[in-house]
């Protein structure tokens, strides 16, 4: 790749969940990377396998699913390869965080919320005082614009947009240079919503963090993301520069997808979407997934998963349309 | 419809109540006290046949509720909704079924409506039988040919499945071939695409503007999605805390908003639409209030960046801006008044007392 020193790494990544007799090819040769300081959007459908891709980063994934080959390398090391209780001590919420969409389920109902940062602060870094605690869990609910009154709420107490912010702020309670959000918008209201991802651009700035926004809205991505990737049915589809991905989107999904997406403003034609279903992930196409439902499947599609052709600086497409760029192969 | 004269409207809903009972604590009885949720607060609209009108605001805001009266699965607390020129609200018997079968509603979650029991097929039968329409092997065919119509094609191929075995669109599609199989004369879509995927809302959506084209069908759909309900409605009201905050044609409420809470919505919603200039946004800050026992004055004055004294003291009443597009606000008002002097603004009567939290 072009990108000489990435934070974040994921090479041919795949994921397989294990369901009755069957298999689940939920997530098949991924690949990413992340310039420290960048923020990438994933954006994709259900079933497109982003948030199984969050989850293998962090080694969050259910019983179930299994890393079946590729590599996380973070800063020099391979996750994937780690000890569970080394990636616990040394990196999971120290080094990477994450926000979930459902945050209410993520706090006891019956402790208060400054409680629980506490508790969660002396497990994670042992080390500290209670002063020195108290006075870090402060900073953080300022740095999200908490007020402390919510140290004493009880979770239920909190309004979504208050307990969405109260989930950052644990995200964040040690600082950690590599923040992932999935769908951590999704549930709330216009107006919260748009508050609260202007705030994550400011925290973006103020942690240094690099951020990888997965959302099944291109409207978050747009608004939040540098880069953009597109997964579906656990392919991933395209990488592109943000307003290359929205002004020129190469691969035959992507173009369908921005053309089901209803405008606010300016004409809008008769909405086109994507006719079909995804295909069923236990025995998915041998090819391209989105082969079926393509415009412009041909015979070599089905035949083996493209490759990713580099159309331009910062811009892969898994497509064999983009065969004409053999030079400019990856 | 042809049998209605242009001039009357479909539907004609008059300072429209929904006020819903809180809990009382022993205190509260004690000291006889009672509250109430204002869900929907003197909501006054007409519909037109054919017309689409999106209800849009944020979860709370009594949309869903006001869908609902509509078709009579709630009772108003008081108010008036005349469909077709009769109030439903004392219909009872075979007039009641009556009103059924041309008064359709459709939800956001496909699968919690059909019994998972049934086959698609004896579901969609169901509809036809209950109303009796046509001889059994008519709505056999009947049956047959919606689901062909809606691209559900072979027909064979759904009507001996069930829910589980289809996917959230294509069951989205079937609840709405079975809302239309009885050729409803108002159609009520509650966030009817708000749990799909977006590259198959658009099907759903085209599909719903489709059987409008055929049976001239007026919607009344229901979104928290502005850019949705811009490309599916004709006109737009924007709710908050129960009431009507503006209300007019698309162009005229998303294109050329108003009020200050519908700029808010508009200027915060995301989109991939080119940015707009960062002086345009309006920003509204903390949460909406407690729907329980609201008092006088506007219901965004502790929101919203214009507040003026009087916000705090007397509701704004829906006033008219131009043919047909009103709007709720007290700074709108002033500020019409003043760009048109040659017409003088109405005599200011008192806003009327609101009704207190009695239930």
């Not at chain 2, 004269?5 to 509260?28: A, I, K, M, N, S």
Request: net charge neutral; hydrophobic share 40%.
């Amino acid at each position: 790749m072009t990108t000489p020193n990435p934070l974040l790494h994921v090479q041919d990544l795949s994921v397989v969940y294990r369901a009755g007799e069957g298999a689940i090819h939920a997530v098949q040769d991924v690949t990413l990377s992340l310039e420290p300081g960048r923020s990438l959007g994933l954006v994709g459908e259900s079933g497109s396998g982003k948030s199984t891709v969050a989850a293998a980063i962090l080694r969050l994934l259910p019983e179930n699913a299994r890393i079946t080959s590729g590599s996380i390398v973070f800063d020099g090391t391979d996750l994937a390869e780690l000890s569970d209780r080394n990636l616990d001590r040394l990196w999971r919420w120290r080094q990477l965080a994450i926000v979930f969409q459902r945050s209410l389920s993520a706090l006891s109902p019956v402790h208060r919320v400054g409680h629980q940062l506490d508790d969660v602060l002396k497990l994670r870094e042992p080390g500290l005082t209670e002063a020195q605690r108290q006075e870090r869990i402060v900073g953080i609910l300022r740095a999200v614009r908490l007020p402390d009154r919510v140290l004493r709420a009880y979770p239920f107490e909190l309004s979504g947009g208050m307990m969405q912010r109260t989930m950052i702020a644990l995200a964040l309670l040690c600082t950690p240079p590599f923040l992932i959000l999935d769908e951590a918008t999704t549930a709330l209201d216009v107006i919260t919503q748009a508050e609260i991802l202007r705030e994550m651009e400011r925290l973006r700035a103020e942690f240094e963090l690099t951020t990888l926004v997965i959302s099944h809205d291109v409207g978050v991505i747009n608004a939040i993301a540098d880069s953009v990737a597109v997964m579906y049915a656990g392919q991933l589809m395209e990488v592109a520069p943000k307003e290359r991905f929205f002004s020129a989107p190469a691969h035959p999904y992507s173009k369908a997808l921005i053309a089901s997406v209803p405008r606010l403003r300016g004409q809008s034609g008769r909405l086109t979407g994507i006719p079909g279903t995804l295909p069923e992930l236990h025995n998915p196409p041998p090819g391209c997934r989105f082969a079926p439902r393509c415009p412009h499947a041909m015979p070599r599609c089905s035949a083996a998963p493209p490759p990713l052709y580099q159309i331009a600086p910062r811009h892969t497409v898994r497509c064999v349309l983009y065969d004409q760029h053999p030079e400019q192969r990856p | 419809m042809s049998g209605l004269p242009p001039t009357e409207p479909l539907l004609q809903v008059t300072d429209l109540r929904c006020l819903f009972p809180v809990r009382r604590g022993l205190l509260d009885v004690l000291a006889r006290r009672r509250h109430a949720i204002h869900a929907v607060d003197a909501v006054t609209f007409d519909l037109q046949a054919g017309e689409v009108l999106a209800l849009v605001g944020e979860s709370g805001c009594g949309k869903s509720t006001t869908g609902r009266l509509l078709v009579r699965m709630l009772k108003p607390t008081s108010g008036e909704i005349r469909f077709r020129g009769r109030d439903i609200a004392n219909l009872a018997g075979s007039e009641l079924k009556a009103f059924r079968r041309e008064a359709q509603i459709i939800f956001q979650n496909p699968f919690e409506v059909f019994d998972p029991r049934q086959t698609i097929g004896s579901s969609l039968r169901q509809a036809l039988d209950i109303h009796a329409i046509g001889t059994p092997a008519q709505r056999d065919q009947r049956v047959h040919e919606a689901l062909e119509g809606a691209g559900l094609s072979p027909p064979a191929a759904f009507l001996a499945r069930y829910p589980h075995e289809l996917s959230g669109g294509q069951l989205q599609r079937i609840a709405t071939v079975r809302a239309m199989l009885l050729e409803p004369r108002l159609l009520v879509a509650d966030e009817p695409v708000s749990m799909l995927d977006v590259s198959v809302r658009a099907e759903i959506l085209n599909h719903l503007l489709d059987l409008r084209g055929r049976y001239g069908t007026a919607i009344v759909f229901i979104t928290h999605d502005i850019a949705v309900a811009r490309y599916v409605a004709t006109r737009v009201a924007v709710m908050y805390l129960g009431a009507f905050m503006e209300i007019g044609t698309v162009e005229e409420v998303i294109d050329r908003p108003r009020h200050p809470y519908t700029r808010a919505l508009l200027t915060n919603t995301l989109s991939i639409d080119e940015e707009l200039p960062s002086g345009e946004r309006i920003e509204i800050s903390g949460d909406p209030p407690s729907p329980v026992n609201l008092g006088a004055g506007c219901r965004l004055a502790g929101r919203c960046p214009f507040t003026m004294d009087r916000c705090r003291t007397e509701t704004p009443r829906l006033r008219s801006v131009g043919s047909g597009h009103r709007v709720a606000c007290h700074l709108v008002e002033e500020a019409n008044a003043q760009a048109s002097p040659a017409i003088p603004a109405p005599p200011q009567s008192a806003t009327p007392p609101r009704p207190s939290s009695r239930v």
